[in-house]
């Protein structure tokens, strides 16, 4: 019986010269994978690739790259068969939400054939998510330009990838998992913005004053807070204890349903837990925003330009697009947990963008591990040691560097801001409005 040698996972590592730490990791799934590979895989064809290119708006050296590589793809088993498998393991569900997700922190680039631009290996995958994504955008509906817009940005990864390794061209590992999304055609470029619809959960709770309408946040329970109001960090990304300077006065968060109103820990807009529970009753406030609850769920891409009225901009087409696109299946509220929330930023940089989109947000505490944002502007994450040594050539990326030294690191945040405050946008609404 004459089997195709890349019908073994292991055999085609091998071949590949690849040597991951988990390899049992890399090939769960591959015969599942290797046994729906077509003959002809559609993304590694010459015209899908030129029209592909055309459509992401490549730059001249990506396309002169791929040109050069997607062929040695086609006609080397090993390597089509490596390529297919992080592809279909990227859309097919049961590796996305079953028992092992499939995360590809730990997959290795192909450096035996791809030695200048290794993160070709991850590139050329996506354009066949690419072809996936577009095909089930335009299934449901939405606009051509709604489509393009957002898978270039999806693409943008590869522009990211090359301001830590100048001159490459390629996508990051880290980055590959999350194109799934843009697969499903969840997420959806409006203005500065991705948006995509997710319930809240885990989630405090978020009341309004049944009398002028101003909003108080009660922080989810069970998190641990030091003595200024901020989630308590305790480990750092590679799981080592973090020693918090300011864990002198720890407190645990609670929130209790009560028949006749709620007790809590309020949230101070600017972005940190007051220390005392505060009883507010229901004929006074009311629950507008609680766990479970499907919100507008906001990721940042790269690329500078957060101006507030781009800002403003992008937050009003998220709210009258998937109020028109899913009517009565949301609250009308854009939610987001990241590291550009992180309010020391706001001290550090107070006239930039950043710090003025914050001041137009309902700011909370979120865990984090002291490098926050580091991965997404430096690409990898430092030990402490190494961070001295690392150049911030700019005013946001030496920011971090040196809260990342400090004793205190570096935070994570979230931020809150619903439709019914866009008016208000650009008066740090929820900052002058707020009072217990």
Not at 39 to 54: G, H, K, S
């Amino acid at each position: 019986m004459d089997i195709q040698k890349e019908s073994n996972g292991f055999h085609v590592m091998k071949q590949l010269e690849l040597e991951p730490d988990n390899p049992r990791d890399i090939i769960r799934g591959w015969g599942e994978s290797f046994i729906n590979m077509p003959d002809t895989i559609p993304f590694l064809e010459p015209d899908t690739v030129d029209e592909l290119c055309t459509y992401l708006d490549f730059e001249e050296n990506t396309v002169r790259v791929l040109n050069r590589y997607i062929p040695i793809v086609r006609n080397t088993p090993p390597l089509k068969a490596y390529i297919w498998h992080l592809y279909y393991r990227l859309l097919t569900p049961s590796f996305s939400f079953g028992a092992f997700p499939a995360g590809f922190y730990g997959f290795p680039v192909v450096k035996k054939y791809f030695p200048e631009h290794p993160g070709c290996t991850f590139l050329i995958a996506v354009l066949g998510a690419v072809l996936k994504a577009r095909e089930r955008y335009r299934r449901d509906g939405v606009s051509e330009e709604i489509i393009r817009d957002t898978l270039i940005t999806a693409i943008g990864h590869d522009r990211n990838g090359r301001k830590f390794h100048p001159g490459k061209v390629g996508f990051q590992p880290a980055s590959f998992g999350w194109f799934r999304i843009y697969a499903e055609a969840r997420l959806f470029q409006l203005g500065r913005f991705n948006f995509k619809l997710m319930e809240t959960n885990p989630f405090g709770l978020v009341l309004r004053s049944r009398r002028d309408r101003r909003k108080v946040m009660l922080m989810e329970p069970g998190l641990k807070f030091n003595s200024r109001g901020y989630c308590l960090k305790e480990k750092d990304p590679w799981g080592d204890p973090i020693c918090d300077p300011f864990a002198d006065q720890v407190f645990t968060s609670e929130l209790e349903y009560l028949p006749d109103g709620w007790r809590g820990y309020p949230v101070d807009p600017r972005g940190f837990v007051l220390k005392e529970k505060v009883f507010f009753p229901s004929a006074e406030w009311e629950s507008v925003l609680e766990p479970g609850d499907i919100t507008i769920d906001m990721h940042i891409p790269g690329g500078g330009g957060m101006t507030p009225e781009r800002c403003r901009e992008s937050f009003a087409r998220a709210f009258e697009y998937f109020g028109s696109r899913y009517p009565g299946k949301h609250k009308a509220a854009i939610i987001s947990h990241s590291w550009i929330f992180n309010t020391q930023f706001e001290d550090r940089l107070p006239d930039s963008n950043l710090a003025k989109l914050m001041r137009e947000c309902y700011l909370f505490p979120h865990p984090s591990c002291g490098q926050d944002g580091i991965y997404f502007i430096f690409g990898k994450y430092f030990h402490r040691e190494e961070l001295a040594s690392v150049p911030g050539d700019n005013r946001l990326k030496q920011a971090m560097l040196d809260l990342a030294m400090s004793p205190e690191q570096l935070r994570c945040g979230g931020m809150l801001f619903f439709r019914e405050d866009l008016e208000d946008f650009g008066s740090q609404h929820y900052r002058k409005e707020f009072r217990l």
